[in-house]
T-cell receptor
């Protein structure tokens, strides 16, 4: 069965520091991966996606992620975070059926001044 | 931009009531999804639909049903609400073809008293 594991439930970090949010997946089909962000009291917004091609994917708000097939990982990174990046982040992999996605448990990123 | 609109942001109902959560998307998407979001559990898929009048069970369908009479509208029904259905409910839509991201509404925070 497909699954997604986000290795950290909470990540506190100071403003302007780099951050990495970790995601590992298991999938028996072609791999399509997504990162979403959820700001307080809002729905999920797509940050970036990996469908094929270059393993380094750039997204919105300065985030990027690297697809590593051998380690079955898709970690999210940002070189310098802002207070406004405080949110919950979800990693997801496409499921076996069409548009279905399997989500990780989420990582709460807390950026402190 | 894709717009997914959920009819209520906050809803309070009583145990045993029949509850309807409505979701409308404006981009002619074929696929629509209902999730519930609980702390530490991420997003769990309740039901999804790939076409009008078509529905598929997700991972946690018990206690829920859905209706899709028109392409743009996907309703989630709690037949007899119980306190363990207190949660955040998120609706999403996507198009078919190469795996496309899902677009989310802002969510409905439902409390069952």
């Amino acid at each position: 069965a497909q699954s997604v594991t986000q290795l950290d439930s909470q990540v506190p970090v100071f403003e302007e520091a780099p951050v990495e949010l970790r995601c590992n997946y298991s999938s028996s089909v072609s791999v399509y991966l997504f990162w979403y962000v959820q700001y307080p009291n809002q729905g999920l917004q797509l940050l970036l996606k990996y469908l094929s091609g270059s393993t380094l994917v750039k997204g919105i708000n300065g985030f990027e992620a690297e697809f590593n097939k051998s380690q079955t990982s898709f970690h999210l990174r940002k070189p310098s975070v802002h207070i406004s990046d405080t949110a919950e982040y979800f990693c997801a992999v496409r499921g076996n059926q069409g548009g279905k996605l399997i989500f990780g448990q989420g990582t709460e990123l807390s950026v402190k001044p | 931009d894709v717009k997914v609109t959920q009819s209520s942001r906050y809803l309070v109902k009583r145990t045993g009531e029949k509850v309807f959560l409505e979701c409308v998307q404006d981009m002619d998407h074929e696929n629509m999804f209902w999730y519930r979001q609980d702390p530490g559990l991420g997003l769990r898929l309740i039901y999804f639909s790939y076409d009008v009048k078509m529905k598929e069970k997700g991972d946690i369908p018990e206690g829920y049903s859905v209706s899709r009479e028109k392409k743009e509208r996907f309703s989630l029904i709690l037949e007899s609400a119980s306190t363990n259905q207190t949660s955040m409910y998120l609706c999403a839509s996507s198009t078919t073809g190469v795996p496309q991201p899902q677009h989310f509404g802002d969510g409905t925070r439902l409390s069952i008293l």
